[in-house]
């Protein structure tokens, strides 16, 4: 009995996270200063890795990949030659799409979102490639019957041709309900171990002027799964508190802020609160007892501000570069509540 208890505190405490290994890929056409194809990949939604065609080289864009393929360079130069690859197959791609829809010169634009989902508690596995063309659905896999779909009527010949290719469709349902789901687990090891090896949580209390709440602001830890709150005399209150959000820093670890009004707090009571830092696994929390000698604040010169190497991580969360911005702009719609684009991936990644 005493075990089934245990279960189910674990059960209702913790729940289960659904992790993402996704590819963008996008091809343009008819434009000029501009980079002709743009591959980007991200794991929970977070920028990992980056290439395009005037710079025709891959990016690591996290400490933890950085450092994963300094290990081996050979991993990298093939991700390279990846990307050069498919700008030649997206050029090949718009000519085909362009001649089906009747279309000549002008701007177009090709996009593919590919990659896989994973449950790490119930072990589900979803596997996705789709491709959108001048800011619409065009075709997409349906992995279940290894067939392509489409709601366009112009893409009835490139479907009728893909799906004749079977030896290709076997292959490509391979990668992405298995060994995609594999890869990714690989990289959140990896992930998970770099992080806690490298990073510690940093915990600290931040106000903008002497009237404003009291921040207490959490960052650097990892993985996501934490707790931040205020307590007065070792019970957590909830009045006069208002929680942030979890948000990812630039190296892959996250941040969150809960803030106290101290307007409700007597100065001779502010010894009585304690901020709590409760990270998934750790078993020591982080207090910190509500302090002004100890609160950061933006009143000073900058020169004078204490700067954590965290610090420039607050509230800014991941972007991906500029180039991806403009690309969405010219969009519009297709990727909205798609998210990014495609390309760092395992070495089995399919076309």
Same mark, same amino acid.
């Given at each position: 009995?005493?075990?089934?208890?245990?279960?189910?505190?674990?059960?209702?405490?913790?729940?289960?996270?659904?992790?993402?290994?996704?590819?963008?890929?996008?091809?343009?056409?008819?434009?000029?200063?501009?980079?002709?194809?743009?591959?980007?990949?991200?794991?929970?939604?977070?920028?990992?890795?980056?290439?395009?065609?005037?710079?025709?080289?891959?990016?690591?864009?996290?400490?933890?990949?950085?450092?994963?393929?300094?290990?081996?360079?050979?991993?990298?130069?093939?991700?390279? @030659?990846?990307? +050069?690859? $498919?700008?030649?197959? =997206?050029?090949?791609? %718009? &000519?085909?799409?362009?001649?089906? *829809?009747? !279309?000549?010169?002008?701007?177009?634009?090709?996009?593919?979102?590919?990659?896989?989902?994973?449950?790490?508690?119930?072990?589900?596995?979803?596997?996705?490639?789709?491709?959108?063309?001048?800011?619409?659905?065009?075709?997409?896999?349906?992995?279940?019957?290894?067939?392509?779909?489409?709601?366009?009527?112009?893409?009835?010949?490139?479907?009728?041709?893909?799906?004749?290719?079977?030896?290709?469709?076997?292959?490509?349902?391979?990668?992405?309900?298995?060994?995609?789901?594999?890869?990714? @687990?690989?990289? +959140?090891? $990896?992930?998970?171990? =770099?992080?806690?090896? %490298? &990073?510690?949580?940093?915990?600290? *209390?931040? !106000?903008?002027?002497?009237?404003?709440?009291?921040?207490?602001?959490?960052?650097?830890?990892?993985?996501?799964?934490?707790?931040?709150?205020?307590?007065?005399?070792?019970?957590?209150?909830?009045?006069?508190?208002?929680?942030?959000?979890?948000?990812?820093?630039?190296?892959?670890?996250?941040?969150?802020?809960?803030?106290?009004?101290?307007?409700?707090?007597?100065?001779?009571?502010?010894?009585?609160?304690d901020c709590v830092f409760q990270l998934y696994g750790v078993k020591e929390d982080i207090i910190t007892t509500l302090d002004k000698a100890k609160i950061q604040t933006n009143w000073v010169s900058p020169s004078e501000y204490p700067i954590h190497h965290h610090a420039g991580k607050i509230a800014i969360g991941v972007t991906v570069g500029a180039t991806i911005g403009v690309v969405l702009v010219f969009i519009g719609v297709y990727f909205r509540g798609r998210k990014r684009y495609d390309f760092l991936a395992v070495r089995d990644l399919s076309l």
């Amino acid at each position: 009995m005493k075990k089934l208890l245990i279960l189910f505190f674990l059960c209702h405490t913790v729940s289960a996270v659904k992790h993402s290994l996704k590819f963008y890929l996008t091809g343009t056409s008819g434009t000029a200063n501009f980079p002709e194809f743009v591959g980007t990949a991200t794991i929970d939604d977070i920028e990992i890795g980056y290439c395009d065609s005037m710079k025709r080289r891959a990016e690591p864009k996290q400490d933890w990949i950085r450092n994963l393929t300094e290990k081996n360079p050979q991993q990298l130069k093939w991700y390279s @030659q990846k990307c +050069l690859g $498919y700008q030649q197959l =997206f050029k090949s791609y %718009t &000519e085909v799409f362009k001649k089906h *829809l009747n !279309q000549t010169e002008g701007f177009h634009i090709l996009q593919r979102i590919s990659g896989c989902e994973w449950n790490d508690e119930s072990n589900e596995v979803e596997g996705f490639l789709r491709y959108g063309y001048d800011g619409e659905d065009f075709i997409s896999l349906d992995l279940q019957s290894i067939t392509w779909i489409t709601p366009k009527t112009q893409a009835a010949e490139i479907k009728k041709l893909w799906d004749a290719e079977k030896a290709r469709l076997v292959h490509m349902k391979n990668y992405y309900v298995s060994k995609c789901p594999k890869s990714l @687990q690989e990289y +959140l090891h $990896y992930r998970m171990s =770099f992080l806690q090896r %490298t &990073e510690r949580t940093s915990v600290s *209390l931040l !106000q903008k002027t002497p009237s404003s709440p009291v921040s207490c602001h959490a960052t650097g830890f990892y993985p996501d799964r934490a707790k931040l709150f205020w307590m007065k005399d070792g019970q957590e209150i909830h009045e006069g508190v208002e929680k942030g959000e979890i948000l990812s820093n630039n190296d892959g670890t996250f941040q969150m802020s809960s803030e106290l009004d101290v307007s409700l707090v007597k100065h001779e009571d502010w010894s009585r609160y304690d901020c709590v830092f409760q990270l998934y696994g750790v078993k020591e929390d982080i207090i910190t007892t509500l302090d002004k000698a100890k609160i950061q604040t933006n009143w000073v010169s900058p020169s004078e501000y204490p700067i954590h190497h965290h610090a420039g991580k607050i509230a800014i969360g991941v972007t991906v570069g500029a180039t991806i911005g403009v690309v969405l702009v010219f969009i519009g719609v297709y990727f909205r509540g798609r998210k990014r684009y495609d390309f760092l991936a395992v070495r089995d990644l399919s076309l």
